[in-house]
C-alpha cells in the first residue's frame, strides 16, 4: 500500500535520521536553529505520526464504528476547512475511555475520547476542544517542544514517542509515571505550555466561530472542567496535559465575548451520536436502558429522538427485539435514508437471523449511495451473515480500492475470504491489518503463509508476496532500532 510504502521509504531517513546514530542510547536531538519547521521536517513529522498512530492501534482501545467515524471526521473536516496553516490531511479518531479528554500529536492525528461526546452539552462544546487540538497541530505546538529540549541529552526519539503516547492517551498514568520517576523531562514532553494553551484557545475559537458553531461554547467547556476542578481532589484527565491557571479562564471568557452570540439549535446527528456513545461505549446496556427510558420522559423533540434512538440500541445489545423493533419502525418512517436508523435496523434484522429483509434493504440504499462506508459495510456484513460471500467480497473489493486501510472493511474481507478457503488472500489482507498495527514480525509470518498457497503457475503473485515480505522484514528490523 502507497502510505505504507512511504512510511518505510521514511524511517533511515526522514524519521531515523541514520540508523548508527540511533542505536546509541544516548542519542540527541540536532541542532537545526530555532524554528519549529527546522527541528521536526514535516516528512519527519508525517513519518513520526504514523509510527505513533501504530503503536495507538496495537495498545489502545480504538473505536472502530463507521457511524462515529463519520460523524466526528465530518465535524473535525468542517473545522480543518476553516483552519490556516495546514500542512497534511487530519485523521480523527475514537478511544473508547469515559473520561473528557482530546488530544493532537504528530502528523495530524487528533484522538477523541468517548467521554468527551457524552459529557458535552451541545455541538458547538464538543466542536470547540476539536478546534483547540487543531490548533495544536497547525502550530506545531509538539515541534516547538522539541526546539526547547534540544540540550537534553536523556532524550532519545523512542523516549519522546513513548512519553507523549503514555500521556495524551492515559494521562493519569502518565502523570503516575512522572511521580515515580520525578523526571521533569518527561513533564515537559507530556504537559501543553501555558502559552501554547493560550495560542491554541485563541486560533480555535476563531477556527469555531467561522465554521458555525458557536464561539462561546469554548469559555462554557472551560468553565465546566474549572467548576469540576474545584470539587474534585482529582482533576479533569483532559487538564493534566492542558493546564488551566484561573488566567487563562478568564482570558477566553473576555476573548469569546468579543464574538457576537449565536443561537444554534441542537443537531440531531451530535444527538444520535452522543446516545450511540453512551449506548455501546460508555456503561453498561442495562444502565444506559434505564438512562435512555428517563429521557425520554424529560425531554422533547430532537432530545427525545435521540435518546429514543439509545434505547432501541440498548434493547437491539440485551435481545429484547420486539421492542426495539416499535422504535425503530417509527423513526425510520420520519427519516427512512438517516444512517444512524438504518444500520440499527441492520443490527435488528441480523438479531432476527432475517438477513434477506436486512439485504433488501440495503441493495435500496446502496444503490442511492454506492460506497457509503456505513451502508456499504452493513451490506458486506449482512451478505456475510447470508452466507452470500461473493457478494460481501464484490462490495469490499470495491469499496477497499476507494479506502485501502479501512481497519473495519479489511476485516469483513478477511472473513469472507476465510469461508471461501481463498487461504492466499485471507493470509495477505491479515498482513495488511498486522501492518497497521505495527506488527510486522506476524505481518512476515502472514505472507510466508500466503506463498505457501499459491499455484506454481502463478509466478506473478509469488514474487509480489516475496517483495512485500522483504519490505515487511526491512521494516521490521528498522523499527527494532527505535
Known amino acids: 500500500m502507497n502510505k505504507k510504502k512511504k512510511l518505510s521509504q521514511l524511517v533511515l531517513g526522514a524519521l531515523l535520521l541514520s540508523s548508527p546514530v540511533l542505536a546509541q542510547s544516548n542519542f540527541k536531538l540536532p541542532d537545526l536553529g530555532t524554528s519549529a519547521l527546522q527541528v521536526l521536517p514535516l516528512e519527519k513529522e508525517k513519518a513520526i505520526g504514523e509510527i505513533m498512530m501504530m503503536k495507538i492501534k496495537s495498545s489502545s482501545p480504538v473505536i472502530q464504528d463507521p457511524l462515529l467515524d463519520e460523524y466526528l471526521t465530518s465535524i473535525g473536516n468542517r473545522l480543518v476547512a476553516h483552519a490556516d496553516d495546514i500542512r497534511f490531511p487530519f485523521e480523527f479518531f475514537w478511544i473508547k475511555n469515559n473520561e473528557i479528554n482530546a488530544f493532537a500529536f504528530y502528523g495530524g492525528h487528533v484522538g477523541v475520547h468517548a467521554g468527551l461526546i ?62 515515580a520517576n520525578q523526571t521533569q523531562s518527561m513533564l515537559s514532553q507530556m504537559t501543553h505550555s501555558r502559552g501554547a494553551e493560550q495560542e491554541a484557545d485563541r486560533i480555535g475559537m476563531t477556527i469555531l ?34 493546564p488551566l491557571p484561573d488566567s487563562r479562564v478568564s482570558d477566553i471568557r473576555l476573548r469569546a465575548q468579543q464574538y457576537p452570540e449565536k443561537f444554534i ?89 432475517n438477513t434477506q429483509a436486512a439485504l433488501t434493504l440495503l441493495k435500496e440504499h446502496y444503490q442511492l449511495k454506492p460506497n457509503n462506508q456505513v451502508i456499504t459495510l452493513n451490506y458486506a456484513n449482512a451478505a456475510i451473515e447470508a452466507k452470500d460471500y461473493p457478494l460481501a467480497e464484490r462490495l469490499l473489493r470495491y469499496f477497499l480500492l476507494d479506502k485501502p486501510d479501512h481497519p473495519l472493511g479489511k476485516d469483513l474481507m478477511a472473513q469472507t475470504y476465510k469461508m471461501q478457503k481463498k487461504q492466499s488472500a485471507y493470509h495477505e489482507i491479515r498482513a495488511s491489518i498486522m501492518i497497521d498495527h505495527g506488527a510486522y514480525q506476524q505481518a512476515s509470518d502472514e505472507i510466508q503463509k500466503a506463498l505457501n498457497f499459491i ?26 532500532k527505535l
Not at 213 to 238: G, H, I, T, W, Y
Not at 303 to 318: F, N, P, S, V
Not at 458 to 479: G, P, S, V, W
Open 118 to 179: 457524552a459529557k458535552s452539552d451541545n455541538e458547538s462544546q464538543f466542536a470547540s476542544v476539536l478546534g483547540h487540538e487543531i490548533a495544536h497541530v497547525t502550530q506545531r505546538h509538539l515541534a516547538r517542544r522539541l526546539q526547547k529540549q534540544q540540550d537534553n541529552s536523556g532524550l532519545t526519539l523512542a523516549g519522546m514517542v513513548a512519553g507523549i503516547l503514555t500521556t495524551i492517551v492515559n494521562p493519569e498514568a502518565g502523570m503516575a509515571i512522572i511521580s
Open 209 to 242: 466561530n467561522n465554521s458555525g458553531f458557536d464561539p462561546r461554547a469554548s469559555s462554557e467547556f472551560l468553565a465546566k472542567l474549572s467548576a469540576q476542578l474545584r470539587f474534585k481532589q482529582k482533576p479533569p484527565v483532559f487538564l493534566l496535559s492542558h
Open 455 to 480: 499455484e506454481k503457475t502463478d509466478d506473478i503473485k509469488r514474487q509480489r508476496l516475496k517483495a512485500l515480505l522483504k519490505q515487511y522484514r526491512q521494516m521490521q528490523k528498522e523499527l527494532a
Open 265 to 353: 439549535d441542537s443537531n440531531l446527528d451530535f444527538l444520535l451520536a452522543k446516545s450511540r456513545i453512551k449506548a455501546r461505549f460508555t456503561t453498561t446496556s442495562e444502565k444506559a436502558e434505564q438512562l435512555f427510558r428517563n429521557d425520554i420522559k424529560k425531554h422533547q423533540f430532537s432530545d427525545r429522538t435521540a435518546a429514543k434512538y439509545g434505547l432501541a440500541l440498548t434493547l437491539i445489545d440485551q435481545k429484547k427485539l420486539d421492542e426495539a423493533q416499535e422504535i425503530l419502525t417509527k423513526l425510520l418512517k420520519t427519516d427512512p435514508a438517516n444512517l444512524f436508523y438504518l444500520d440499527s435496523k441492520t443490527d435488528l434484522l441480523i438479531a432476527q437471523k
